[in-house]
């Protein structure tokens, strides 16, 4: 019975760390969001989903933000994505 309690309990704290991590919102410096916003590059297709704390392909090009050693981004399905640029991880998808 405590085995089983413990394993509900460990797949619950699994699923909610994951809910957690896709609803999490990072403040951005207003002016990573303006730069990324104002950039003019082509939209990549990927048939993946894309998820906050989740990593982009390598397959998929990612662009600095000049003066923002932190942060990179990429358009991928029409869609606006900073990214973390060493762990290539989604920080935020811009609406």
């Known amino acids: 019975m405590r085995k089983t309690f413990m394993l509900a ?3 619950f704290m699994a699923l909610s760390a994951t809910a957690f ?3 999490t ?3 951005l410096p207003g ?10 590059v082509p939209s990549v297709v990927y048939e993946g989903e894309i998820v ?3 990593p982009l ?8 933000v000049k003066g923002y050693d932190d942060y990179a981004y990429t358009v991928v ?3 606006r994505v900073i990214v973390n640029p060493q762990t290539r991880a ?4 811009l609406e």
Request: aromatic share 2%.
């Open 9 to 11: 309990s460990a797949a």
């Open 21 to 23: 991590a896709q609803t």
């Open 25 to 27: 919102v990072v403040e």
């Open 31 to 40: 002016e990573v969001r303006t730069y990324v916003l104002e950039q003019q």
């Open 52 to 54: 906050v704390g989740q």
């Open 57 to 64: 392909p390598d397959t998929v090009e990612l662009h600095v």
């Open 77 to 79: 399905n029409e869609r």
């Open 90 to 93: 989604v920080i935020q998808v």
